[in-house]
């Protein structure tokens, strides 16, 4: 069971708006920066935000980070099909010297 | 573009060594903005950082495996390597290899959780059983 906390599944239709969470501690997101990958299986995980909420070149901004206290968010709006794909988030902790990642939201798009 | 390439046998017995490399191309592995790391995830699991290293040879390594993992560089062939011994079947994972990016000025860099995974390999699935 991971330390970070993500819901297992998210959902909705092209063109929604659909938000994914991560839930940690004072130790993990609540002293660190928090950073979201995009993964197809088989192939290279892809780093959608960094330090919270920036972008890396290329990736749209349709994709934004946003981080409260503990918990931090991915929001993802205009939602297309080929965002069907796993989602995980990362932080560095510090009371256990060691990146943790969330276990994983795989996104449905219907 | 960089790309990271991991390499090594798929199949590794019980109490034997768990060798990979990652072969990086399209940059260089030397530089002090940059740290290389191993990172895995066993089948039906999340994903576990095992450890990283610097061209100069500055290494973390997660404390829940230290004890049993090495990671070396070589500057030479432009790639790094993982080996974690005395495995079980517990280590059976993708394994993937990363370029995490941090920054320096005026020769002052970042610590080290500063250096986030910024390039990841596409994995290489390392089963062991006898």
């Known amino acids: 069971q991971s330390v970070l906390t993500q819901p297992p599944s998210a959902s909705g239709t092209p063109g929604q708006r659909v938000t994914i969470s991560c839930s940690g501690s004072?130790?993990?997101?609540?002293?660190?920066?928090v950073y979201w990958y995009q993964h197809f299986p088989g192939t290279a995980p892809k780093l959608l935000i960094y330090r919270n909420n920036q972008r890396p070149s290329g990736v749209p901004d349709r994709f934004s980070g946003s981080k409260s206290g503990t918990s931090a968010s991915l929001a993802i709006s205009g939602l297309r099909s080929e965002d069907e794909a796993d989602y995980y988030c990362a932080v560095w902790d510090a009371r256990l010297s060691d990146w943790l990642f969330g276990g994983g939201t795989k996104l449905t798009v219907l | 573009q960089l790309q990271l390439q991991e390499s090594g046998p798929g199949l590794v017995r019980p109490s034997e060594t768990l060798s990979l490399t990652c072969i990086v191309s399209?940059?260089?592995?030397?530089?002090?903005?940059?740290?290389w790391g191993w990172i895995r995830q066993p089948p039906g699991k999340g994903l576990q950082w095992i450890g990283s290293i610097q061209f100069s040879g500055n290494t973390y390594y997660n404390p829940s495996l230290k004890s049993r993992v090495t990671i070396s560089v070589d500057t030479s062939k432009n790639q790094f390597s993982l080996r974690l011994n005395s495995v079980t079947a517990a280590d059976t994972a993708v394994h993937y290899c990363?370029?995490?990016?941090?920054?320096?000025?005026?020769?002052?860099?970042?610590?080290?959780?500063?250096?986030?995974?910024?390039?990841w390999g596409r994995g290489a699935t390392v089963t062991v059983s006898s």
């Open positions: 990363v370029r995490q990016r941090g920054y320096c000025t005026d020769g002052v860099c970042s610590p080290f959780h500063y250096f986030y995974m910024d390039v």
């Open positions: 004072s130790s993990n997101i609540g002293s660190n920066y």
């Open positions: 399209g940059g260089s592995i030397i530089s002090s903005n940059y740290y």
